[in-house]
Structure formats: structure tokens, C-alpha cells
């Protein structure tokens, strides 16, 4: 399938709850004295300040991909268990192997490593230089989920945050100072307490390039409103770049979160799912102090069947489609007068009628159409 061109005059809007960014009458990051294309980490220069945030079970190679063409500045891989890589079984290892793959478009990219023994994740973070030749490894400091928790991973470690330094610590010095090591970690573990600002002073010490954070706390999990004034406060105090996480669904949100914060950078999580050109709208609101209008539903149904193919292609038919029916869902999300077909096409089985049918439907689609033909 070819390239589709961004479609950026028609006024259709089937996403829930996008708000339109006012104009701005000037550029927002010149104005804040922020290069908008220019963002080191460590020996690494970047092209941009948004970035695709990794997320278990979504930023796939095909999705990773579609991030990178549309502007997102660096994409990182779903995170690999460092101790299932260096003392896991066969299948264990393989699955490692294949979640730090990634293709050449996607690059810069990073793969990011999960674990709590400085000792395996120092040594996990030189074969993966080794094998893979990341552009970065960033360390999962933020995970709450309590599989990862009780390997004394993820977020556990704003428990026992000079830990954090130990690991940073022993991936630096394991690596050789080959790749920037970056760490993505939470506001907090029970409430929003000092021990976020622990882990920066332990991570930047032991030498990391820049510290992510999701404005919320582990216990919030995904829900809640994000705190933004952590990362503010984070930022005053911090001596390497902070990259602000949480709530930022649109370019006015991205505007709004750089300007509250003065934050370095932005990563983008649930926010891109199912719009991967998020990072387009974003790049350019933040350089032009315009919005961008959004995306035709031709070009979303596009977009949608491109990744399908993608995923099939690198998965196989059967994982391919089982692993693409939770984008869909997002792609497919708030469409009128579609939700038998929309059913059909998130249950089926059948790969060849899903890559059909979802053809058949962005051919009939005329140009400025607001809802999905009928069944």
C-alpha cells in the first residue's frame, strides 16, 4: 500500500473528545526559548521534542514505524525483562529477541530493559549494544503492574530509589558509554512524595541522559488526573533533560504541558493510539502556533489498514490480526453508523476478510465522509 498524504483541510473529527488548539500568535517553543528541532541526549542529537512513550502490548514495529513518519522525534520498544534475556529459557529468549527488534525507518530508536539487579541489567544492556545497536536504552522505572513489582522492577524501585543509581550506574559503565541511557519512572508510588526527586538526584549522578515521567503515581495507575506540577518541580531541580508524561491528548495539551512545566521534552502514550499522526499535529502547533486540521476518515481508515498489513507481515495472518485488534479498536472508535461492521471487524478470525474489507471500505469512502459506509 502506498503512502497516504496527510489530509489536512477537511474538518472531520471522529475522535472522542479532541479539542480544536486555538492560534497562537506566535511560535510556542521559540517563545519559551526552546530549539523546536534540536534535543540532545547525551551524544545522540535529535530532531524533535515529542516522543512515542513505549507501551507493553502497543508500540510494535508497525506501530513504531507510523510514529517515526509522522514526526515523532524518537521511538522506544515495549519493554524487555533484562533477566528473561540473559538467564531465561529458549522461549524466553526468543520472545526477548523479538520485542527489541526494530527496523531501520525507525530510527532513532531505543529499547527499553526492566529488572532490579544492577549486575543482569548491566549485562542485558551490553548485549542488547551488541546484538541490536539501539540508538539508546532506557530503563522501565515506572511499570505498575504487580508482575513487574514483585521482580523489584517497574515502579517498585521509587521504594528503594538509591537502587536506581546502582543501576544506572552498572548500564553505563557495562555499555561503555556507547548509547545514552535514559530512565522513565512515575511521580510517585503511594501519593506524590519526595521519592521521585531521589531518583533524579541518584540517576543523573550515576550518569543517565534524561529522566521521563508520568505525572502519576503508581497506585493511580492509568487513571486520575495527571500531576503536572511534579514534573515542574522536577525540572528546577534537575540537571539532565526532563521529559513530561501524562494527559496529552492533542497539540493544546502539548503546548500547555511544555509551557506549565518548562519541560524539555514530551512522550506521548495513550494519546497516540489510534493516531499515530498526533506527533504531526503536535510538531507543528508547537512551530507554527497554528493547528493543523485533522485527518480525513479516508486517511484514518488508510492508516489503519497500513499498520494491519504491517503487523500481518511481521507477525504472520494469525498474530498479525490478534495483535492489531486493539489499534483497530482505537482507529475505529466513535465512527456513526458503523457499529455492526465495526463488531465484525474487531472479532473475525479471518485475516483475508479483515485486509478486504477494511480495503473495500477506504475505496468507498468519498472524500470530507464523516461516517463509515454500511454493512
Known sequence: MSVLPRE???????????????????????????????FKLGNLNLNGRVFLA?????????F????????????????????????????????SKELMEFTEPERPVG???????????????????????????????????????????????????????????????ATGGKVPITVKTR????????AVFEVLEAVQEAGASALAVHARTRNQMFEGKANWEVIKNLKKKAQIPIIGNGDVKCAEDAY??????GCDGIMIGRGSMGAPW???????????????????????????????KCSIEV?????????????????????????????????????DWVVKTLTEIFESIPDGAAVLPQA
Request: charged share 30%; net charge neutral.
Open 54 to 62: 513505549p507501551m507493553a502490548g502497543y508500540t510494535d514495529t508497525a
Open 315 to 351: 507477525k504472520g495472518p494469525r498474530m498479525g490480526l490478534l495483535e492489531m485488534r486493539k489499534h483497530l479498536s482505537h482507529y475505529l472508535k466513535g465512527f456513526e453508523g458503523a457499529r455492526d461492521m465495526r463488531q465484525r471487524l474487531l472479532t473475525s478470525d479471518d485475516t
Open 256 to 261: 500547555k504541558l511544555f509551557n506549565e512545566t
Open 8 to 38: 489536512s483541510k477537511t474538518s472531520i473529527d471522529t475522535s472522542a473528545k479532541r479539542v480544536e488548539a486555538p492560534e497562537l500568535s506566535e511560535a510556542p517553543l521559540k517563545a519559551m526559548g526552546k530549539p523546536a528541532r534540536e
Open 187 to 194: 511521580g510517585g508510588y503511594d501519593a506524590m512524595d519526595n
Open 64 to 95: 513504531r514505524r507510523l510514529a517515526r513518519r509522522y514526526g515523532a522525534a524518537m521511538v522506544i520498544t515495549e519493554m524487555v525483562s533484562s533477566r528473561a534475556l540473559i538467564n531465561g529459557n529458549e522461549n524466553s529468549n526468543d520472545k
Open 278 to 308: 498526533i506527533f504531526e499535529e503536535i510538531n507543528h502547533y508547537l512551530e507554527t502556533g497554528k493547528p493543523l486540521g485533522p485527518p480525513s476518515l479516508k486517511f484514518k481508515i488508510g492508516i489503519a489498514l497500513e499498520q494491519l
Open 111 to 173: 529499547v527499553q530493559l526492566f529488572g532490579g539487579d544492577p549486575g543482569i541489567m548491566g549485562e542485558a544492556a551490553a548485549r542488547v549494544v551488541k546484538e541490536v545497536h539501539p540508538d539508546v536504552i532506557d530503563i522501565n522505572f515506572g511499570c505498575p503492574v504487580g508482575k513487574i513489582l514483585k521482580c523489584d522492577a517497574g515502579a517498585a524501585i521509587l521504594k528503594e530509589p538509591q537502587r536506581a543509581g546502582w543501576i544506572v550506574k552498572a548500564m553505563v559503565e
